[in-house]
Each structure stands twice: as structure tokens, then as C-alpha cells.
């Protein structure tokens, strides 16, 4: 079945600091690939998508591209601030719009002013 | 509405007691989702509604649990004879035809006592 594996957290980053969360994922044919935040006390937002391989998703300064031959979607961000402290959640989609996700664990990460 | 709005936000029960979770999407939105979040296990999916076709269940975890949507619009979502293992939030998500991203609402944390 269908899976997202992100790497373990939590992550602490001094503000300005270059963010990386990995994330790998495992699916039949070809999924649509997104990045969910939940900042603190608030409900889940998506941040980003990619439908097909190559596509790079971006939003707010984050960027993530989708690698086909890596089974890749890691989100990137080039200088993180103290507002980016949320929990981020990488899913997936494998039958196109309006379909089920598949999330990862999602990873925790605190900036420092 | 202008977003997707849960009630209630906190509900605590006895072990055994039944409880009814209530979602109403976004209005327009066709699709409507409902996922389980509990610590440390990532977001579950539990139940998909797309118009009139009949739902996807293929997450319920177990025939205590059930979910009903009427007239494309408010859903309810019924555990009966509710665990300890139930105690988790319960998240609703609605979308639009077409569209590839959820509008989550804040959710109702459910205890089970």
C-alpha cells in the first residue's frame, strides 16, 4: 500500500538557518505530493503541492520538488523564521483530485530568535 | 461558511457512552474527509464522501464507527461504545471538484475516560 516516510524530529533551527525535512514516499502508479503545516493551535493548511514528476511546488518561501527517480519530496526553505515553528506533514495522493491522503508522522520544528 | 467548522471542539466521555462528531464543509465543497489524528501515529483516514456516489470507509477501524452525510452537506461522525484507544482528534476536511488540496477544520479532541 501506499506510504510516506518522513525523517525524525523534532528539529530546533536558529532563525535565518536553511531548512530541510526530508521526505520519501512509496505508491502504485503516480501520486500527487503535498506539504501540510499545523501551526500551534491551529487546524492543518496545505503549504504546497506537486501532480507530476519534476513539477517544484512553492509557497511562503518554501519550495519542494517532486523526484521521480528518488521517490522524493523534501521541503526546503532557504532562512527560516521564528513564524515557521509548526508541525509539517507530507502526504500523498495516488488517484489524482479529490482523493484520500496518505500522511507521513509529521515533524515538529521550533526556531530560535 | 467561510471555512470548514467542527463541533464540538473538546468533547470528554465515559468509556461505553456513544458520541456524534459533527463536520459542516465548506459549502459547495463535493468531497468531504474525516481523518483521526493521535499522538505520535500521524493523521488516519477513516471516511470519504464525494457527492451522491456511495463512501469510500475503507479506514474505519472498526464497526463502532460510522459517519453519515446528508444532503451533500453536514456530516456526522458516530462512535458508539466508545475506548480508551479512541481518545484522539478528529479532523474534517472538504474540496471543491477538481481540486487537488483540502481545507481542513480545527478538529474535535475527543477523551475517552
Known amino acids: 500500500g501506499d506510504s510516506v516516510t518522513q525523517m525524525e524530529g523534532p528539529v530546533t533551527l536558529s532563525e535565518e538557518a536553511f531548512l530541510t525535512i526530508n521526505c520519501t514516499y512509496t505508491a502504485t502508479g503516480y501520486p500527487s505530493l503535498f506539504w501540510y503545516v499545523q501551526y500551534p493551535g491551529e487546524g492543518l493548511q496545505l503549504l504546497l503541492k506537486a501532480t507530476k514528476a519534476d513539477d517544484k511546488g512553492s509557497n511562503k518561501g518554501f519550495e519542494a520538488t517532486y523526484r521521480k527517480e528518488t521517490t522524493s519530496f523534501h521541503l526546503e526553505k532557504g532562512s527560516v523564521q521564528v513564524s515557521d515553528s509548526a508541525v509539517y506533514f507530507c502526504?500523498?495522493?495516488?488517484?489524482?483530485?479529490?482523493?484520500?491522503?496518505?500522511f507521513g508522522k509529521g515533524i515538529t520544528l521550533s526556531v530560535r530568535p | 461558511g467561510a471555512g470548514v467548522s467542527q463541533s464540538p471542539s473538546n468533547k470528554v466521555t465515559e468509556k461505553g457512552k456513544d458520541v456524534e462528531l459533527r463536520c459542516d464543509p465548506i459549502?459547495?465543497?463535493?468531497?468531504l474527509y474525516w481523518y483521526r489524528q493521535s499522538l505520535g501515529q500521524g493523521l488516519e483516514f477513516l471516511i470519504y464522501?464525494?457527492?451522491?456516489?456511495?463512501?469510500?470507509k475503507s479506514g474505519l477501524p472498526s464497526d463502532r464507527f460510522s459517519a453519515e452525510r446528508t444532503g451533500g452537506s453536514v456530516s456526522t461522525l458516530t462512535i458508539q461504545r466508545t475506548q480508551q484507544e479512541d481518545s484522539a482528534v478528529y479532523l474534517c476536511?472538504?474540496?471543491?471538484?477538481?481540486?487537488?488540496?483540502?481545507?481542513f477544520g480545527s478538529g474535535t479532541r475527543l477523551t475517552v475516560v
Open positions: 459549502s459547495g465543497h463535493t468531497a
Open positions: 464522501f464525494q457527492g451522491n456516489s456511495a463512501p469510500d
Open positions: 502526504a500523498l495522493s495516488d488517484t489524482g483530485a479529490n482523493s484520500k491522503l496518505t
Open positions: 476536511a472538504s474540496s471543491s471538484w477538481g481540486d487537488y488540496g483540502y481545507t
